[in-house]
């Protein structure tokens, strides 16, 4: 990885042994948060990306809390809008949900019914890809407003977890990967 943003991105991200439980590498952006110049530098790589992969989102679409982070960065330097996807119960309007699995157990994810049209382009973008059950729901959401996931972003890939297959056909890239 010849890339200089990459490099500082991959050195910025703390790796920290048996959190939240023991066997588990958690890697922490926080590091990446408290640096202004990485985050306008993700921000930038993301809409370079976008362009040399061909997807034109109309809007970014992200999952608290992490893409509440990095989604609206984006969304604004593409002037496009951004459309947070929440847990049960924490958005006003009318929403329509899609739940999905967890390791133990199952969890929910709410869009408003009215935050995207059919046919629109989105984009669905997030810290970390593990296994793609947040962003599968995601993906579930758009589908039911008719929307076109053009592609996910993601800053981190754990791979080895079946990600990329488990929420194929919608294309994935990430900036940086990890071992699971």
């Known amino acids: 990885m010849s890339d200089e943003l990459l490099q500082s991105l991959r050195g910025a991200i703390r790796t ?5 439980l ?11 948060l408290g640096d202004p110049g990485l985050m306008s530098g993700i921000t930038e790589r993301f809409a370079n990306d976008l362009e040399g ?11 608290e809390a992490r893409g509440f982070i990095f989604g609206p960065l984006l969304a604004d330097t593409l ?7 929440r847990k049960p119960g924490k958005l006003p309007a009318d929403t329509i949900g899609a739940e999905y699995n967890l390791e ?6 709410e869009m408003h019914t009215d935050a995207l049209n059919a046919g629109q382009r989105a984009v669905i973008v997030d810290d970390l890809l593990a296994t793609g059950g947040t962003v599968g729901a995601c993906v579930e959401l758009c589908d039911t407003q008719g929307a076109e996931v053009v592609g996910a972003l993601f800053v981190i890939e754990l791979t080895g977890l079946g990600a990329r297959e488990n929420l194929s056909p919608v294309p994935v890239h990430a900036l940086v990967d990890f071992p699971a």
């Open 16 to 20: 920290v042994p048996d959190f939240p």
């Open 22 to 32: 023991e066997g588990i590498m958690f890697r922490d952006i926080t590091p990446v």
């Open 53 to 63: 992969l061909g997807w034109r989102p109309e809007a970014v679409v992200g999952p």
């Open 79 to 85: 002037n496009i809008p951004f459309v947070p996807v």
């Open 104 to 109: 133990y157990g199952s969890n929910t994810l």
